[in-house]
């Protein structure tokens, strides 16, 4: 086509007074109508300033049909014969044909978008993605300026400061946006470089950039962030439904406008995992989240079960063990919204719209858990395949943390059984102390310890009171306790003093720890207190190895610690345990604890130990009240181990309840005493039992005499039972044996142990005892 110049002159008044052809088919007004009229009727928009200064620049006119050119003017004046302006000649070039060279074409076919803008903001030229993402022509936009064809955003304010910066300072810029665009149904990122344009002499004569769609790399960044986050923000506890919970809020608002976590009914018991059901599965929905406050999208309410029909997206991911996309317009994806509105109606109106759903399963360990599902409602995009195999490593990193949840929490219920199994449920009646107990097993990520405690009945009314602490968590630490446990009453039985017991522990840790296979001993390290109270001497006899020491509130109201050797923790073996004596008044209540009581990471012993005191002496009406108390003021309010607390007060038998006598070793001295031990059971009443005691007196009085060494002693006690007691300076202890038909002795033993309700010996400083009780009748 032949090129044609728009040429047209305007005398010094502003009326046009010529007219080129090329003006013509710039504007489309023939010389007839233009000729004549006022210049500035011509324009769509009034000539800046800069503009009329220099004589040229863009000029935006009012075509014939009504819509805007703009198109570059210059203005050349013409001088009377006085040299004086008379008017001007103005020139514009007709708007560019298809570029024809290899420069010009590259920057036209470029697959960036790219611009050129004035040093005032208007645009000089565009190429053609410019244009398809700025939705109008080349020929709308030239000239006008920035502001006038965007929204007044704050990313177009940023765009525009930046090109003023670069106009103003001629230094590039380079910046990332995230931004929509007058063409674009949704946001993209860009990645943009502005330039300044130079004439020969160097002066900045305009601004040129270059903005790369970076909408993939952007989406790629925002899912590794995604992932990252979902490492540090999902599992930061053991709880199942916590973990749920955490997933949901990662992915709301970002990755869904509402999003679910429903896991199967085994997930949260302790049974082992079945196999994934065909057709219809029953979930349990245990999190979900939207925009709107109170998730009114949902269908199903928290704690619930759902019956999942086969078609649809939830039992689909689960069957296939993959991320099952569905989006509207497909029959199941209609069908599933619809079976939704059915079963919860009122939240219909915010489910309108939703158009994309992404259901994934969770798996963990080749165990599938649940499923996650996403739904789109005002997020314009549908899922993709990008997503799904995003959402596949945000559910396996879930279903790990819901997985671990699990097994700490059945891990935990099993050893909180076991535990609980090998404590004492009852403690033994018994009518040395009154006791109360607390057991709390520790809420941390490190699961239940191995604290324990035990109250064990002893012989001649005695008590034997037992706290410790295995090292480490779990069922580990659970079985280890519980093979101390039996260990001690083992070596209680046999009525070992406090420090011998201790001893014979160690021994039996160290020789565990010396058959050398490799695993590790649970029992090293460790600690126990045993303690002894005597009712009839009021006397409490204790050690430790590498236990706490115990508090004692005595009957005026002070509290204190007992002084006593702490002793080394079971298994270091080498070192003694040292018993400490104690006379106690009647009503002193001794605290034995673990110490989860008293230690922690942030609080100081001695300060935890004064609490412990000053609450042990608070008003109570019962152990039990005091108890609570103690726990109340003394722990903290997320304790990080485990707390064993065990009370005891002291109770006292009377001299009207007990009955001594000192037998010469001779035989003669037997029926002797034999009738003072009855005359003594009918001033206690209990004539009923005179008969069996007899034959016991006489049998151990005689086995004393003849087998033993003086000194020989006699001692009834009156408690809950009838306890016979025979001591003598021999250590030599007794055992059953079966006589035969023909011999004269040997039966007296096995006549104790048939008539009574148990008997034994014990081994004292002196000698041994040899004792038998039987049962009172109920007074």
Known sequence: MEHVAAAAIVDA??????????????????????????????LAEEVPTDAVTACTGFVVLRHRDGHPVGVPLTACPVLGPDGESTGFVITAERPREPEQTLAGQAFQQASMSMSVFDTGQRYLRLNEVACRVMGVSEEVLLGRHFPDTVEDAEHSRG???????????????????????????REHAWSIEMWPVRDPSGEVTGTALAAFDSSGQYW?????????????????????????????????????????????????????????????????????????????EAAVRLGETEVYPAFSPPAQALRQGRAVLSQAGEPEFMRWVAERNARAPAGRAYRRG??????????????????????????????????????????????????????????????????????????????????????????SLAGIGGDWFDVIPLSGSRVALVVGDVVGHGIPSSATMGRLCMAVRTLADVDLPPDELLTHLDDLVTHLAGHDTGEEVAELGATCLYAVYDPVGRRLTLAAAGHPAPALVLPDGTARLVEMAPGPPLGVGGLPFEATELELP??????????????DRDRDVDRATAELCRALIAPAESLDQLCDTVLKAVLPEEPSDDVALLLARTRALGADQVATWDVPP??????????????????????????VTELVVSELVTNAIRYGEPPIQLRLIRDRSLICEVSDGSSTSPHLR??????????????????????????TGRGKTIWAEQVLPPV
């Open 666 to 691: 001779d035989p003669a001295h037997v029926a002797v005493t034999r009738q003072a031990a009855t005359g003594q059971l009918t001033a206690w009443g209990l004539d009923e039992a005179a008969f």
């Open 738 to 763: 079966r006589a035969h038909a023909y011999d004269e002795g040997g039966r007296g033993l096995l006549l104790v142990a048939q008539l009574t309700q148990r008997w034994g010996s014990r081994q």
């Open 13 to 42: 008044h502003g009326t046009v007074t010529g007219w080129s052809d090329g003006a013509r088919l710039l504007t489309g007004y023939p010389a007839e109508e233009a000729v004549g009229r006022a210049a500035a009727d011509l």
């Open 220 to 296: 790629a960044r925002m899912r590794l962030a995604l992932l990252n986050e979902a490492a540090a923000s999902i599992g930061t506890s053991l709880d199942v439904v916590r973990t749920a919970e955490e997933m949901v809020e990662l992915l709301v608002p970002k990755y869904a406008d509402f999003a679910s976590v429903d896991l199967l009914e085994w997930v949260l018991g302790a049974d082992e995992p079945p196999g994934v059901p065909e057709g219809d599965i029953v979930l349990r929905r245990v999190a979900h989240g939207s925009a709107h406050e109170g998730t009114p």
């Open 354 to 443: 939703a158009h994309s759903v992404l259901a994934v399963p969770l798996r963990a360990r080749g165990t599938t858990l649940g499923v996650a599902v996403g739904v789109r409602i005002a997020h314009p995009d549908d899922y993709g395949d990008d997503d799904a195999v995003l959402a596949e490593e945000l559910a396996s990193r879930a279903a790990v943390c819901i997985d671990n949840a699990r097994r700490f929490a059945r891990e935990r219920t099993t050893a909180l059984a076991l535990q609980h199994s090998l404590l004492p449920r009852g403690l033994p009646g018994q009518a040395a102390v009154e006791v109360a107990h607390r057991y709390l097993p520790s809420g």
């Open 586 to 599: 009647e009503g002193a209540v001794v605290a034995l604890y673990t110490d989860g009581l008293i230690e």
């Open 159 to 185: 765009f525009l400061s930046n090109l003023r910066q670069v106009a103003e300072t001629g230094r590039p810029v380079r910046y990332e946006s995230f931004t929509g665009a007058p063409s674009l149904n």
